[in-house]
């Protein structure tokens, strides 16, 4: 049996992903998660916040999942949990195993990878010190705590700034437990400002900005870290260490997106997110094969997420009924001055629209986002802020991808004009 579409992943990505297929006239539909259960890392959420953009109410990450997994019923999507994906072909076949049915390869007309992200680990940037228990990354501390009920440590010290040690430090202050610092290497948090307010500042927690950990005591269990202010180089200086004595160090130093799978199977990467480089519908560089969410790049709302998996299946389903579009005379998509990344990386020529995600690579008060074809200005966008901690989106009408003259554009962030 051939699927029309099989999507590897059932957490919020994979889930909206199957969901739009289905509503564009797709009926054999599979859904593939590693886990026992649909929803993916929202489970483990149970911090609220989820669902503001798109149902406009406050969920947990739990609800905001369960919503998605009810919508499942009476459609016919199959779902098939507890599954582990080995690998994924260009020729669209997904090699699987499990359980109860053992080895499989599947055929599909179109796949959507929706395997989300992971984090970085002590290895990934190498502390020095000893090496005790009680070094955890956020994510693996808060499925510990929110899923299994462990208590992880007693007096804490975060290391990164990012949302889910934000998000840390207020549950374990909730448990119990003594937040002593969140410690930053970078001159600016990586989270989203409301997190900021809202888990370190209402529980008076420090942030200490440009400052990493130098070392890390203990033997059998964490005992101490020193950390120390960094310079321009990231380099500590001497002479502004500072001790803590704790049990516990919670790593929260970025996410990276879950993509074996995709490398194995000879599709493009862009370097910049090391996510999958997509078109502005979301496929890849092999023709029906499409990806969305964290496997993408990081995004910081799961609302955001589930728009752009939507946007994915929909094409999925596009694909399954009306063949490839052509990939002549596309429309490049470029990072100009402080913008990190920019997703999507090409833009079909006859696309009605497109949507374009970025980060800027620093902090900007009174600012624009500027679109240039070469030396004419296609749009240009005033902000209040700008941060590296929260995404920019920017909507392409038709009517400014029909003034597109050459063959690329580029983004800008710039300072506001002075008036």
Known sequence: MTYDLIVVGGGPAGLAAALAANEKGLTNILIIERDRELGGILNQCIHNGFGLHYFKEELTGPEYAGRFIKMLEGT?????????????????????????????????KSIVLAMGCRERTRGAISIPGTRPAGVLTAGAAQRYVNIEGHMVGKRVVILGSGDIGLIMARRMTLEGAEVLACVEVMPYSGGLQRNIVQCLNDFDIPLYLSHTIIDIRGKNRVEGVTIAKVGADRKPIKGTEIDFDCDTVLLSVGLIPENELTRNAGIELDMKTNGVAVWENMETSVPGVFASGNVVHVHDLVDYVTGESQKAGRAAAEFVKQGMRSRENAITVKEGKDVGFI??????????????????????????????????????LKRAHMAPGEMERVKLSRSLLDAIEGDEITVFAEEAEKE
Do not use: W
């Open 76 to 108: 016919g999507i199959q779902v098939m949990c507890d599954t582990m994906v080995l690998e994924v072909t260009q020729e669209k076949q997904v090699h699987c195993i499990n359980p109860e049915r053992g080895y499989q390869i599947l055929d599909a």
């Open 343 to 380: 997703v999507p990386l090409k833009i079909h020529r006859e696309a009605m629209d497109a949507e374009i995600f970025f980060r800027v690579r620093r902090i900007f008060d009174e600012s624009a986002i500027t679109i240039k074809d070469g030396d004419k200005v296609l749009a240009h």
